[in-house]
């Protein structure tokens, strides 16, 4: 269950100005379709709000030109209309080129004359590709000509589409994998997780860093790469220091010697409901040989977390500040989304993350037999 909330661009630009002819500046060329007459407008994407940076009217041959100066590499939108637009990469000296109808951009657009620029548009394609798939899974899981589809039809949709998520997720890797040093893959880290794919970002944060130590599109990463190093497998569990139902503080450094599975999860949760019985059998199963679970609830209302606990028949630790999302250890942990677990050992050192199941059964009979 994922809290909702807004990715955007850093931008770390200082646009100097926006006009034709100006030296050293870039260029932006394009040509199209159906776009006679039309204005072309170019947004600079920052973190809190889209800013027009500079526009042009589409002539009668169906060409138009855009030009500026800016100081770094950044991402930029060229819009016709609120919901017709693409997302671009501009360096301070491009030559680019755009094609496209006027009538849907996104979906016919190409753009040429940047490595970076090409590495977006192939990231994009990619993409408009698995929405349009994903877009008639849906369609096709809902119904088909007024009658619900059949329990085992959507089983084979559902199946479908997590074969395609997976797929989603090889490609992003193979993106970053093939251009490290490129800023284009700034979009593509965000349709990863953290948590499950911490090396891409440490990878790309080291490469960029290197290349553009002065874009706050990177310096972003670098703080999100040097948080994540913190919970990095090998590295010390974070101290957490909260209060059981009884009031009383609970730390995770009292339970050196054990293995310990850090559980975030809280009652109003429904996956973590659904997963309590599975750990809950592993507790059983290895409590004696040195396994311990350290809950932490996300809860706010203190009698909904203690009854869960009854109800689930959950017998290892609990702590809790009844912050909600607000939760200490949650932000401590970048905790964003729950159910969400890490495992550490005898040391306090985290072994592996968002073990489920019989991922976690497998883990622990491998360090406790």
Known sequence: MKMSFLILFVVGTLVVGCGSGEPDGFRITGKLENGVGLTVYLDQLTTNSINQFGSAIVDEDGNFTLEGQILEVGFYKVRLGDNNFVNIVVHPEDNLEITG??????????????????????????????????????????????????????????????????????????????NTASISSLAAIEGLDPMTDSEYFVKLDKELYDLYPNSMY????????????????????????????????????????????????????KPCRLEN????????????????????????????????????????????????????AAKLYNVNSIPQTFLIDEDGKIIAKNLRSAELGKKLKEILG
């Open 101 to 178: 109808d006027a009538n849907y951009l996104y979906g016919t657009y190409k753009v040429e004359g940047s490595e970076d620029a090409v590495a977006l548009y192939e990231l994009h394609e990619y993409l408009h590709r698995f929405n349009l798939k994903e877009d008639s899974l849906k369609k096709a899981a809902t119904s088909f000509g007024g009658v619900q589809v059949d329990p085992s039809r959507q089983f084979q949709l559902q199946s479908i589409y997590n074969n395609m998520v997976q797929e989603k997720l090889t490609f992003l890797r193979s993106f970053i994998d093939n």
């Open 218 to 269: 990177v310096k972003n990463l670098h703080l999100r790469a040097a948080q994540m190093a913190k919970l990095a497998i090998g590295a010390e569990a974070p101290q957490i220091l909260l209060a059981n139902p009884q009031g009383e503080v609970v730390s995770l450094s009292s339970l050196r010697g054990k293995t310990v599975l850090i559980d975030f999860w809280a009652s109003w949760c």
């Open 277 to 328: 019985p599975h750990v809950v059998r592993l507790y059983n199963e290895y409590r004696d040989l040195g396994f311990e679970v350290y809950g932490v609830s996300l809860d706010k209302n203190k009698q909904a977390w203690v009854n869960a606990i009854q109800q689930d028949g959950l017998e290892w630790i609990h702590v809790s500040d009844l912050q909600f999302w607000n939760s200490a």
